[in-house]
């Protein structure tokens, strides 16, 4: 199984995302997993080396790949149970060979116009991306999104904006933290932080939806949403 | 201020599905994405294509060469675009153009 975690936009969590679903798979799921880092930022990269020097923490190999990987990809993916690929924020050669082998795509954007003006290409990539892997399974999340509840509407009108594209937007979203950033540094994830935190409760949801939607699934369900059920 | 105006404002154009678009072909787009040419790959999509009018359409004929025949037969496999599609859409950039 290839997961996915890009898009266009820096910033908006794409490698702290990649982080917590490799450790909830390896941790959680018991499953082996292998990171594949896109960014020359190295941000994952510099993650894992920390954790791998942390004997109470549970490795996760990561490796650097660039341009075009797809056969690389494809070869590694039948290797382990998980490749969680992390690709940088740019429309760039691995982030295509990723998208061309993915089982499921995620495109965290956060809750602002700059992010969501990438909607557009995103959605025009996805289109093609569908003729040459038509079973890929994408979505976009909100991720950072503000606590107050004054700013729910700036949520919902994200994910509104995503829908308008007719891409999927999972339900699930991801509020700003200090958990997630106090994590990251020491090689951890947020589910070994505070196993039962809200950080890590918002982690589980989102990889539990994303690996959850039907094949073929295309658009978020009608169901309400509580949106500060976890916050 | 609302970000609901970022939404799309106008219906998804329905795509030209027929034009195969290869991984190989998807993945180099990206190099042109990169310096600046976007050319939309699975589409030349019919956004830009005026079609919308409800009159029937009648036939016409014209004098072409065999070299502009083959081209055109070529374009149209090229893009999945039918051939009088491709004549319509050129006759309306054509239109369009500003030759003060």
């Not at chain 1, 040459?132 to 904006?161: D, G, H, Y």
């Not at chain 1, 073929?216 to 500060?228: A, F, I, M, T, W």
């Not at chain 2, 329905?14 to 678009?21: E, I």
């Not at chain 2, 029937?56 to 055109?72: G, N, S, V, W, Y």
Request: charge should be neutral; proline fraction near 4%; glycine fraction near 4%.
């Amino acid at each position: 199984m290839m997961i996915l975690v890009g898009g266009e936009k820096g910033g908006s969590g794409k490698s702290c995302l990649a982080q917590n679903i490799a450790v909830y798979l390896r941790c959680e799921k018991k499953a082996s997993v292998l990171m594949v880092d896109c960014d020359p930022q190295r941000t994952t990269s510099d993650w894992a080396q920390e954790r791998s020097s942390n004997d109470e923490l549970p490795s996760i190999t990561c490796i650097q790949l660039y341009g075009k990987i797809r056969n690389e990809l494809l070869s590694l993916k039948e290797r382990y149970d998980y490749v969680v690929i992390d690709c940088g924020g740019q429309d760039n050669l691995a982030l295509r060979s990723s998208m061309a082998v993915a089982d499921h795509i995620l495109i965290p954007l956060r809750p602002k116009r700059r992010d969501l003006k990438t909607v557009p290409h995103m959605e025009d990539i996805l289109s093609t991306c569908k003729m040459v892997n038509p079973r890929m399974n994408a979505a976009f999340v909100i991720t950072q999104c503000p606590s107050l509840p004054s700013l729910a509407s700036r949520i919902l009108e994200a994910k509104e904006v995503c829908r308008s594209f007719e891409v999927s937007v999972l339900n699930s979203v991801t509020f700003s933290r200090n958990m997630y950033d106090d994590s990251e540094e020491s090689g951890r994830s947020v589910l070994e932080s505070e196993a039962d935190g809200k950080a890590a409760v918002e982690i589980r949801s989102i990889i539990e939806e994303l690996l959850a939607r039907r094949k073929g699934e295309q658009h978020e369900s009608d169901k309400p949403v509580s949106l500060y059920a976890a916050s | 201020m609302s970000l609901i105006n970022l939404s799309r404002s106008t219906p998804l154009a329905s795509r030209t599905t027929t034009k195969k678009v290869s991984a190989e072909e998807f993945i180099q787009d990206a190099l042109h994405y990169a310096s600046g040419t976007v050319v939309p790959l699975a589409a030349v999509t019919d956004r830009q294509v005026n079609d919308s009018h409800h009159e029937p359409m009648r036939r016409a004929t014209f004098t072409l060469t065999p070299e502009c025949i083959d081209q055109l037969q070529q374009l149209s496999e090229q893009s999945g675009i039918a051939k009088s599609k491709l004549i319509r859409l050129w006759i309306q950039r054509y239109a369009s153009l500003n030759f003060d």
